[in-house]
């Protein structure tokens, strides 16, 4: 029984410390976030389920590299039907609000807002729930390997995320 019970104690020290590594990583990352090290993007990035890709506009987050990828020149429908071409992609690093790390890979093109693609979201296994206003879980992305939930803001009729971006040093 000792054994047992020791393994347990053990079990329970693994999680209590495991917490207390997240809670100060989240604590240097409002840090980080509030001390300005971090920039706002100049609109939030718009949840589209009509978007076929993750699209940011030419000029934003200048500190991720321009990649030139296999889908450099390919030609996008926009909404009023011009054709928009791609001049490359960017990775770029993020924080939610809620202290989340994540990595975005978005294509870059002539657009005057950033676009998260639903699809795109749906392929890397999360759930895009979208609910009332009044409704007391909110909107939120559901990570299905990881159990994050991503708050999403209704802003002017479109769900945004508001994400602050990593610096080029970061």
């Known amino acids: 029984k000792d054994d047992v019970d020791s393994d347990e104690d053990s079990s329970e020290e693994d999680t209590e410390c495991s917490a207390l590594k ?12 509030s001390s300005n090290q971090f920039e706002k993007l100049p609109c939030p990035i718009i949840v589209d389920s009509g978007a076929a890709e ?22 996008y429908a926009a909404a009023n039907g011009s054709t928009i071409k791609n001049k490359g992609s960017k990775v770029v690093s993020a924080v939610t609000k809620e202290g989340q790390w994540k990595t975005m890979s978005f294509q870059v093109a002539d657009v005057t807002k950033a676009l998260a693609s639903v699809s795109k979201m749906c392929d890397k296994d999360q759930s895009v729930v979208h609910n009332p206003p009044w409704h007391e879980d909110g909107s939120y992305i559901y990570n299905w390997n990881t159990g994050e939930y991503t708050n999403m803001i209704l802003r002017d009729g479109v769900y945004v995320l508001e994400t602050m971006i990593a610096p080029t040093h970061w």
Not at 22 to 33: D, N, P, S, Y
Not at 60 to 70: D, R, S, T, V
């Open 22 to 33: 997240r809670v100060k990583q989240l604590e240097g990352t409002i840090a980080a976030v």
């Open 54 to 75: 993750n699209v940011l506009p030419v000029g934003w987050c200048p500190q991720a590299e321009l990649l030139k990828g296999a889908q450099k020149g390919k030609l």
